[in-house]
């Protein structure tokens, strides 16, 4: 599975390339095409008194916010393009079991106000409503153009890690009440989940209420923080939920093989069966994914990437399988 942006400028060869790139098709944005995709500028879209200038700046009228007034979803607007291409490209596919897509989170989106001078009871308000609304709306663009297909749709809040450390004026109930509100919005027939790119507050995420958990995959010392909550992930599981591994870096250079994400990803995973998670079920629960979106690198790149996540993904099944015939499940 994808996480979100992708590198390309034309939108076209982007929704191919996302129809393409994954199992689990993901629709694109694409904020090298134009600073409207940007995730902040994106669901500010149809606020009134929020203006986002033409290279992604946000002018915040306080005054003119108000508390009750509509936020629309206009799907036409600059800040869909990556989306309507990706649904203009489904011809043949519109029968695909799931497809992916995701939205910034109130936390971060709250925040990012808050540093453009919007009052934080302000800023967290609106900042709610607005993400609720656009999910909501573009939920069911989506379900009129796949008819056939369930969702994944994943609040992406890259900024959570921040806030539960105290760099926001919130509590941390406070933040967990902010995303449990985003994804109560999506309906129930469509899994909800987090994807939060930074350190994982593991109690924090568990306590959001999602189906699916997009988080690093932990390496190092954080392996001793996933097996901290070993019993938690178990019961996670067991209870249905997904995570989302991300598997492959994208912050600093690209490897050229997947050997040495493959051998993190199993470390890990021994890590946690040692601890007692089921290895059939943490095997059957999982996705892998990049760690970030590509949007800040190159589309050769991105092939790149997605390729050797392909590769992580057909070694994983065929894990699993090993596992079934051998535990005789």
Not at 251 to 257: Q, V, Y
Not at 300 to 323: F, R
């Amino acid at each position: 599975m994808g996480v979100g942006s992708l590198p390309h400028r034309d939108a076209i060869v982007a929704a191919e390339f996302a129809w393409s790139a994954t199992t689990i098709p993901t629709m694109p944005t694409l904020p090298r095409r134009s600073p409207a995709e940007a995730m902040i500028a994106q669901a500010l879209v149809g606020i009134e008194g929020v203006t986002v200038g033409q290279y992604g700046g946000i002018s915040v009228d306080v005054a003119a916010l108000k508390k009750d007034s509509a936020i629309v979803t206009d799907i036409t607007d600059d800040a869909f393009v990556g989306y309507r291409a990706f649904l203009d490209a489904a011809g043949a596919r519109r029968d695909t079991q799931w497809v992916k897509w995701q939205f910034v989170g109130p936390v971060t989106l709250g925040m990012t106000l808050v540093r453009t001078g919007v009052p934080a009871i302000v800023a967290f308000d609106l900042a709610l409503r607005a993400v609720r609304s656009h999910i909501q709306a573009l939920e069911k663009i989506v379900s009129a153009s796949l008819p056939m297909s369930a969702q994944i749709i994943m609040v992406d809040e890259p900024l959570l890690t921040e806030a539960l450390a105290g760099e926001s004026d919130l509590s941390p109930d406070a933040i967990v009440d902010l995303v449990s509100g985003a994804l109560a919005a999506i309906s129930s027939q469509n899994l909800n989940g987090i994807h939060c790119c930074a350190d994982t507050d593991w109690n924090a995420m568990f306590s959001m209420g999602a189906a699916v958990l997009s988080i690093p995959s932990p390496t190092g010392h954080a392996i001793n923080d996933i097996e901290a909550v070993a019993s938690r992930i178990s019961e996670y599981l067991e209870l249905g939920g997904v995570i989302a591994w991300g598997v492959l870096r994208t912050d600093g250079p690209i490897p050229t093989a997947a050997d040495r994400a493959w051998k993190s990803l199993t470390d890990m995973w021994c890590s946690l069966v040692r601890k007692g998670v089921d290895p059939v079920l943490l095997r059957r629960n999982s996705i892998v994914t990049p760690v970030c979106g590509l949007g800040m690198h190159t589309d050769d790149l991105a092939t790149q990437v997605m390729a050797l996540v392909d590769e992580i993904s057909l070694k994983v099944q065929e894990q699993s399988t090993a596992s079934r015939l051998t535990l005789g499940s």
